[in-house]
């Protein structure tokens, strides 16, 4: 598989996120204890660690969802902690959840279009009356949306309602629905769970090739063999705390990322 001829890991730019010392808390659990962590332009960094580590609390802070209760978290030099999360939405930042979330009563195109209008800043007025501007715009989203769809083979079911998919193919409808905006960076929860191997195999090369096009990937997965595959670099969470940070060779052969995996 292909992976981006410059080095991210070598970059001198500045870090895409700057994440400083965050705790979250929920009543008595600390979600998150003290976090650091640089995420560098165009890597593909996996956040790794075993179930109630913090992950998703994590995801969940950068884009708003959540706030951390201490530390702060930067975005391309400008701070986001306190921001709502279709603000760091529509600074290209685009996410998905790890319960899939579609609207299975709609058909699979009109899925990836409704995902185009909330990203969009057109107000509804100019919708409702349906100027030359929108139509073009809509025009232009359908392609795009054809585009996408055919990628992960989805475009012959586009006809389809979502709730008749298998839920692979909802997983890749979700992450078409964030690809449309043309995020920036892209964080990914969980997007291999409950997926069949060939369907994780696409979902791989799928992420590799957004990589290479330049895209900075965040993900959060339990499947080793995705993580090891395509990460360029690791960290690893387990109570909340930061316990490793490496590329996926050093990471497997860590004796603490072990002993919090397997207790060995
Ligand atoms: N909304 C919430 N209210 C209360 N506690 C929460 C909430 N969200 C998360 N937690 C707790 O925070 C801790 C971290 O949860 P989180 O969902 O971030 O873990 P995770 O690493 O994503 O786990 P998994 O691998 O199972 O998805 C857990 O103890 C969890 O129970
Ligand atoms: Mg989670």
Redesign the pocket.
């Known amino acids: 598989m292909n992976r981006v001829l410059n080095n991210p890991l070598e970059s001198k730019q500045n870090p895409v996120f700057k994440i400083e010392e965050i705790t979250k808390r929920?009543?008595g659990?600390i979600?998150l204890d003290q976090v650091n962590i640089e995420v560098k332009p165009g890597e593909l960094l996996s956040i790794i660690?075993?179930?109630?580590?913090?992950?998703?609390?994590?995801f969940n802070c950068i884009t708003g969802f959540l706030r951390p209760e201490e530390g702060r978290i930067y975005y391309q030099e400008k701070e986001i902690t306190r921001l709502p999360p279709d603000k760091i939405s529509l600074m290209g930042i685009g996410r998905t959840f790890?319960s899939v979330s579609i609207f299975p009563s709609l058909t699979v195109l009109d899925n990836v279009l409704v995902s185009v209008q909330q990203h969009q800043e057109e107000n509804n007025l100019k919708r409702i009356l349906h100027t030359k501007d929108i139509q073009l715009l809509e025009e232009k989203a359908k392609e795009m949306a054809f585009d996408l769809l055919e990628k992960v083979k989805l475009y012959e079911l586009r006809n389809e309602l979502a709730e008749n998919l298998v839920y692979g193919q909802r997983k890749l409808l979700e992450f078409i629905c964030v690809l449309i905006s043309d995020p920036k960076v892209i964080m990914l929860d969980?997007p291999a769970a409950g997926v069949n191997t060939s369907m994780v195999d696409e979902m791989k090369k799928f992420i590799l090739d957004l990589n290479a096009e330049g895209k900075t990937v965040l993900l959060?997965e339990?499947n080793m063999g995705v993580v090891m595959d395509i990460s360029q670099r690791i960290i690893v969470?387990d109570h909340?705390k930061k316990i490793a940070e490496g590329l996926p060779e050093e990471i497997r052969n860590n004796e603490q990322v072990q002993e919090a995996y397997f207790g060995t």
């Open positions: 929920f009543d659990v979600a660690g075993p179930n109630g580590s913090g992950k998703t609390t994590l790890q969980e959060v339990h969470l909340g």
